[in-house]
């Protein structure tokens, strides 16, 4: 399975690859995949596991409903972000179960700037899981910190969050989380795009982590003066881990759609 993902991978980079895209097409492509970018977004993503630590034989799927709102409240350029999970997990000893995962709610204010801009703002995780096994059962709040750099060849950045528990279930494990996402792009042709975005998770509060190192492929579509979507897939190795559940390895695709309302 690896080796044909990786030949897939290889051959499609193969086929796209010329010189970087410049121009209206090269801002266009960075735009797409720029988190700061101030359009209603919608983003269908979905992170399958085929393998994970400890849990042989069992896989696990995440898929994540996310939106992106602009707004201008207090005066100040902001961008209101949800994530809500369809979750599928093992169950033990057998068997598997399928729901929503928690809300996860983020206010980020912008600061743009000449060569690097950056968002930072609150946080907020609502217990909406529908089983203990796709939820962590507590009220969390925390802060999420980005910082973004196009380049003539793509983008470079980075966010960050922190996320701790203060009320929920008393029965469940609190909760102390830190998440680094790197953010790296490469410009193609045509529209065409590779990358590597896998996200990093530290569990404070009991000591677990994985660090995932991803490389993948994408390509941003102009569907008219109004739409962008954006089509990606992203293998990603986990490098480095602690405990049990974390993913071996797993596939990150997904669909960005991009309005320019307005314009």
Same mark, same amino acid.
């Given at each position: ?90 169950? @033990?000893?057998? %068997?598997? /179960?399928?729901?929503?995962? &928690?809300?996860?709610? $983020?206010?980020? !204010? =912008?600061? +743009?700037?000449? *060569? ?98 991803? @490389?993948?492929? %994408?390509? /941003?579509?102009?569907?008219? &003066?109004?739409?962008? $979507?954006?089509? !990606? =897939?992203? +293998?990603?190795? *986990? ?25």
């Amino acid at each position: 399975m690896l080796k044909r993902i990786a030949t897939f991978l290889t051959g499609f980079a193969a086929v796209a690859w010329s010189a970087p895209s410049i121009g209206q097409e090269h801002e266009d492509v960075n735009a797409a995949n720029n988190p700061l970018t101030p359009k209603i977004t919608i983003n269908l993503h979905d992170y399958y596991v085929p393998e994970l630590d400890g849990l042989d034989g069992r896989y696990a799927n995440q898929f994540l409903l996310r939106g992106l709102i602009p707004s201008d409240l207090f005066g100040k350029p902001q961008l209101f972000r949800f994530t809500l999970p369809i979750a599928t997990a093992p169950e @033990f000893p057998d %068997g598997y /179960v399928t729901g929503l995962g &928690d809300l996860t709610l $983020m206010d980020i !204010f =912008v600061f +743009p700037g000449k *060569t690097v801009s950056f968002g930072a703002g609150p946080l907020v995780v609502l217990p909406t899981a529908t089983d203990d096994l796709l939820g962590a059962g507590k009220w969390q709040a925390g802060v999420v910190g980005l910082g973004i750099a196009p380049q003539k060849w793509g983008l470079i950045g980075g966010l960050l969050t922190y996320q701790a528990s203060f009320a929920g279930d008393g029965d469940r494990e609190d909760v102390s989380l830190a998440t680094f996402q790197p953010i790296v792009n490469y410009n193609l042709a045509n529209g065409f795009y590779l990358r590597s975005t896998a996200t990093w998770s530290f569990n404070l509060e009991n000591g677990d982590y994985y660090i995932p190192v991803g @490389f993948g492929v %994408g390509k /941003v579509f102009q569907i008219n &003066d109004k739409v962008t $979507m954006n089509a !990606f =897939v992203e +293998p990603q190795y *986990t490098v480095a881990s602690e405990g049990i559940g974390n993913p071996k390895w797993q596939i990150f695709a997904g669909v960005n759609f991009q309005f320019a309302i307005g314009r």
